[in-house]
């Protein structure tokens, strides 16, 4: 036997089975998530806010660019930062990196490096198991390319995001990578395998989603507003700033309170595709009528907007609610026009037969009739706008 190779031979045969680099990658395990890469915080307990919340932001915007296909994306998940899982592929496993310096002017290897690590890692913990491994940075230049080879090759906009293959990088891009991969290999054999057996370079992406620490800085959310406008055109509805606005507003209200100051324990998010569009479509559909309100036991407006909106946070995932809600009108119409004064009736005179769908008990009975009727009403109303959503997502 060499010093440089394990050898067997088998009757007249020699086979070379394994480089001792190799052997000694056997006995190893891949690095369990919970323990940090080499020369990384850990990403669970010990990361900063404002990483934790560039990971929520690209949590939602690879939800809603994948939206059509998506089961759910895990935000912190069991082997990588973001999670995506979709019905026509295998998962996607995404490695975020961010920095708080100046996201257009900096260059930093050990982000590219620790995210290597984590791939690899990862593409060892699954045995191979994905269709992409993703590595997304908030800052302009992730790969340390020189101002020429930016122009030409490298432009993430403001209102969108930039993805590339591996493969279509230029050279000295991808021995750039090459290196940090050389790198994040000799960082994890020194106590667990740094095989590449599993590390795909043609299912690699690296990508920028422009995304600054300047919380008073107007365009911080451009590509998450980007993203939005890109779902209003694939549902085909109109891009009507104000409900642009209002949905980023509430993704952001909803997803990113409080990001990072959870016991890490609670560090984790789970988007699914039902929960995700039933808050859009109550975000979007129209607001009830004035009249609605001038009917309603006076003084009540307050509560019963309350009262929608704990419903809201609290059946996030149920759009049968929305369904089942639509299928009655259709069967108290009984095949007649549907007509807003046929709608009125439906709300006034069903609105009970609905409470087993809308479980939120409330201490005032009136509040809970007038909360459920109100409820009805939007829904009943954004009707042809829930239709092109559902459509548009698949959902049908």
């Known amino acids: 036997m060499s010093s440089r190779k394990v050898s067997l031979i088998d009757d007249e045969k020699q086979m070379d089975l394994f480089e001792v680099t190799d052997v000694q ?17 850990q990403t669970n307990a010990s ?21 059509k296909n998506l089961n759910e994306v895990k935000i912190e998940g069991n082997t990588e930062d973001v999670e995506l899982y979709l019905n026509d592929r295998k998962p996607v496993y995404v490695q975020v990196k961010s920095i708080q310096k100046k996201i257009y002017d900096v260059k930093d290897s050990t982000k590219i490096t620790a995210a290597m ?31 020429a080879l930016m122009q030409a090759s490298w432009i993430p906009e403001m209102n969108k995001t930039f993805i590339r293959t591996y493969e279509s990088l230029p050279e000295k891009a991808k021995q750039f990578v090459q290196e940090r991969i050389e790198m994040a290999q000799r960082q994890l054999e020194e106590k667990y395998t740094s095989s590449i057996e599993n590390f795909d370079l043609r299912r690699l992406r690296i990508g920028t989603i422009l995304f600054g620490s300047d919380s008073q800085d107007a365009q911080q959310y451009s590509v998450l507003e980007g993203t939005i406008k890109y779902f209003f055109e694939l549902v085909k509805l109109e891009k009507v700033i104000t409900k642009v606005d209002r949905v980023k507003n509430m993704l ?32 979007i559909i129209d607001d009830v009528p004035e009249s609605f309100f001038e009917n309603a036991p006076a003084g009540t407006r307050g509560e019963l907007e309350t009262y929608e909106n704990d419903f ?60 459920i009727k109100l409820i009805m009403t939007r829904i009943i109303n954004g009707k042809r706008l829930i239709e092109k959503i559902e459509e548009g997502v698949n959902m049908k």
């Open 25 to 41: 990658n056997l006995k190893k395990e891949p690095r369990d998530k919970n323990i940090p890469a080499e020369g990384t915080k």
């Open 47 to 67: 990361a900063s806010a404002f990483g934790w919340q560039f990971q929520i932001i690209v949590g939602i915007i690879l939800s809603l660019e994948n939206i």
């Open 117 to 147: 690590n984590t791939l690899i890692n990862t593409s060892n913990i699954t045995n191979g198991g994905y269709s992409e491994l993703i590595y997304i940075a908030n800052f302009r230049n992730p790969l340390n390319l020189d101002d």
């Open 252 to 283: 952001i209200t909803h997803y990113l309170s409080n990001a990072g100051t959870q016991d890490t324990t609670e560090k984790k998010r789970r988007i699914t595709k039902e929960s995700l569009i039933w808050r859009i479509i109550f975000e």
């Open 312 to 371: 809201i946070k609290q059946q996030v995932e149920r759009i049968e609610i929305i369904n089942g809600i639509q299928k009655g009108l259709m069967r108290y119409a009984g095949g007649k026009l549907i007509t807003s004064k046929i709608c009125e009736k439906f709300v006034k005179e069903e609105w009970d037969k609905y409470l087993d769908i809308f479980p939120i008990d409330h201490e005032d009975k009136i509040i809970q009739e007038y909360g």
